[in-house]
């Protein structure tokens, strides 16, 4: 079965560490991969994206994920975290060509940042 | 530019009684329209899923429909509501390239 794979459930970080959250997902076809939020109270919103070209995608607020293709991963990432990029991180993966569009989530992962 | 509405926002309703929350879209015109629940640790998962009116489909059995009785407008039901139906529950929109989220409704079925 299709499925997406987020291995980090919890992260606790100082700011201006280093993050990466790992995503691995099983689809044997072409992919559309993406990264969600979910700061404290708010909606679920897009971070980055990826379709084609570059590998390497950047996102708001400094985030930036990179495809890997041989190794089914898109990992997000960011050089140094902030107290407000404390949320909940979703990947999220669909088929092309999928006629209703839909999406596979991973389980989330929540991120802490302590100031 | 477009949104996306959905009510109420909390809900508490005992079990086995009836479940109807709504969802809106404004601004864009015949969109894909989805229900997720979200879990704590399990993310998100797909209920149902539209890409037109009176077109509906299922993902996961369960004691929930939906319906589409207009372009924008998704409803989530049920007639007898479980205990475990309890949950964060999001509505989404689509375009050609990304999912956009309304911002939830939490049920708590006592």
């Known amino acids: 079965a299709q499925s997406v794979s987020q291995h980090n459930h919890h992260v606790i970080l100082s700011e201006a560490a280093s993050l990466e959250l790992g995503c691995n997902y099983s689809?044997?076809?072409?992919?559309?991969l993406f990264w969600y939020v979910q700061y404290p109270g708010q909606h679920l919103q897009l971070l980055l994206k990826y379709f084609s070209g570059d590998p390497l995608v950047k996102g708001i607020k400094g985030f930036e994920a990179e495809f890997i293709k041989s190794k089914f991963s898109f990992n997000l990432r960011k050089p140094s975290v902030q107290w407000s990029d404390t949320a909940e991180y979703f990947c999220a993966v669909n088929l092309v060509h999928n006629a209703g569009n839909m999406l596979t989530f991973g389980g989330g992962t929540r991120l802490m940042v302590k100031p | 530019s477009q949104t996306i509405h959905q009510w109420p926002a909390t809900l508490v309703q005992p079990v086995g009684s009836p479940l109807s929350l709504e969802c809106t879209v404004e601004g864009t015109s015949n969109p894909n329209l989805y229900w997720y629940r979200q879990a704590a640790g399990r993310g998100l998962q797909l209920l149902f899923y539209?890409?037109?009116?009176?077109?509906i489909s299922s993902e996961v059995p369960q004691n929930l429909s939906a319906s589409r009785p207009q372009d924008r407008q998704f409803i989530l039901s049920s007639k007898k509501l479980l205990l475990s139906d309890s949950g964060f529950y999001l509505c989404a929109w689509s375009d050609r390239y990304e999912q956009y989220f309304g911002p939830g409704t939490r049920l708590t079925v006592t």
């Open positions: 689809y044997g076809g072409t992919v559309n």
């Open positions: 539209s890409v037109g009116i009176g077109q």
